[in-house]
């Protein structure tokens, strides 16, 4: 029993849901921070079903509105509780292949918004909360569910990982970006809440609370990968998790979880901070993360997102409507069209032109063969010739012997 307070982001499924049925077995008051309400009470039903003793609590929290975010933490402060422990677990991946940019309630690019900004305005505000069971206790954390996928180098032999780039920070919400890739959204996302864990772990030095991020490895049974294909969910749920399971290449949702809980409880990470550890053990994260200007900047610009005090704001324009998506969209056909119909004339004036060399080549060659049959009819007529005077000549000196003979 270590009777904390615990909120867990995102409990409602996968890892969060395992996470806080963990956790409510340890004895800990969790607050199920979820989105929505029936999916969260029929976690809680589920686990209460094998822990009737458990503390499970719904409180509605929606990570891609800043306005939720704040409005969370108030309803927390008029619980009256302390807080020990904060999970930022939930997350979306959108399918590599989606191009279509989705936004969240503060025109953040939906992945960075939800997976990253959100829990960025969280966790200060509730810096507080977890400063002051710190400083009573000694041990106050904060855990950050990163992946594995914020380092491509790391898994740069798989084909989808290739062409993933580090942040560009003009263009964080890759709105510049013609052709929008979902899995480069989740990526920069999750190497944000790396260089964060980083910065804030400076921040909080000598103040009782901890921040460490944990990739729980690689749990294709879960519905992050709800957004992708049919054929790509085949893949992760038949091959990966029923054939590889038994392999060190994929872990069940409780392996996962494990990994996650013991940063958030167990004594042997208590007096860690600003580490990445990869299935509970302590790994070195990707080159870009560990950056300490682009961790100030981040921060600075985050702060500045998510319009908090003490910060410079920065506005985020908003999504083009759909009206003039569908403009944009029909203006991108046009141009396409009229850039095929350009090429294909130009294709055609060269085929046109390419027609003519060879018809020239061809008069060419001729032209070549017929001076070459003349020339051989020229040698021919000459040979003729001599062969001719020769004969005549034979012919006088016949004649000549003849008359010569009679005489
Ligand atoms: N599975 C893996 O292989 C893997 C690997 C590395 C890292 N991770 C990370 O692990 C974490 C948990 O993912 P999972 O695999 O357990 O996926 P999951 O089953 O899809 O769980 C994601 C959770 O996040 C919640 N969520 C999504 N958007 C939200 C929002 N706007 N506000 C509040 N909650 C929101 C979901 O709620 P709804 O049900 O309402 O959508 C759900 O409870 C994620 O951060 C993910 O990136 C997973």
Redesign the pocket.
């Known amino acids: 029993m270590t009777g904390k307070v615990i909120i867990v982001?995102?409990?409602?499924?996968?890892?969060?849901?395992e996470v806080a049925r963990y956790l409510c077995e340890g004895g800990n008051d969790v607050i199920m921070?979820?989105?929505?309400e029936e999916?969260a009470n029929k976690a809680i039903e589920k686990i209460k079903r094998t822990n009737p003793n458990a503390l499970a609590t719904y409180m509605q929290?929606?990570?891609?509105s800043l306005e939720s975010v704040r409005k969370f933490v108030d309803d927390f402060h008029e619980t009256g509780k302390k807080l020990h422990v904060l999970v930022n677990?939930?997350?979306?991946?959108f399918n590599p292949k989606d191009i279509k940019k989705q936004y969240t309630s503060d025109n953040f690019e939906m992945t960075m918004g939800?997976?990253y900004l959100?829990p960025f305005l969280l966790t200060n505000l509730l810096l507080d909360d977890l400063k002051t069971t710190g400083a009573d206790g000694g041990d106050s954390r904060i855990v950050m569910?990163?992946?594995?996928?914020h380092d491509p180098e790391a898994s740069k032999g798989k084909r989808i990982y290739r062409d993933l780039q580090p942040i560009d920070f003009d263009n964080f919400f890759l709105f510049d970006d013609d052709k929008y890739n979902g899995l480069q959204a989740?990526k920069n996302s999750?190497a944000a809440m790396v260089m964060f864990t980083y910065e804030l772990a400076k921040k909080l030095e000598d103040t009782g609370v901890k921040i460490n991020t944990v990739?729980?490895?690689?749990?294709?049974s879960?519905?992050?990968i709800?957004n992708s294909s049919g054929a790509r969910k085949f893949v992760a749920r038949v091959v990966y998790h029923g054939f590889l399971r038994f392999t060190k290449m994929t872990r069940t949702?409780a392996q996962?979880a494990a990994a996650i809980s013991a940063l958030a409880t167990d004594e042997k990470f208590k007096e860690f901070n600003g580490k990445f550890f990869k299935e509970g053990v302590e790994v070195k994260s990707s080159e870009e993360t560990l950056d300490e200007e682009k961790q100030k900047k981040l921060w600075e610009m985050s702060g500045g997102y998510c319009h908090m005090e003490g910060f410079e704001p920065i506005e985020v324009p908003p999504p083009p409507k759909e009206e003039e998506k569908v403009e944009e969209e029909e203006k991108k056909e046009e141009e396409a069209a009229a850039e095929g119909e350009e090429k294909a004339a130009e294709d055609g004036e060269k085929k046109e032109e390419e027609k003519k060399e060879d018809e020239e080549k061809k008069e060419e060659v001729v032209e070549e063969k017929k001076e070459e049959e003349t020339k051989v009819v020229e040698e021919e007529k000459k040979v003729e010739e001599k062969e001719e005077v020769k004969e005549e000549k034979e012919e006088t000196v016949v004649e000549k012997t003849e008359e010569e003979k009679k005489e």
């Open positions: 982001t995102g409990a409602n499924s996968g890892l969060g849901y921070a979820c989105r929505n999916k929290l929606d990570l891609a677990n939930a997350g979306i991946m939800t997976n959100g569910v990163t992946s594995g996928v989740y999750k990739c729980p490895g690689n749990v294709p879960t519905d992050l709800r949702i996962g």
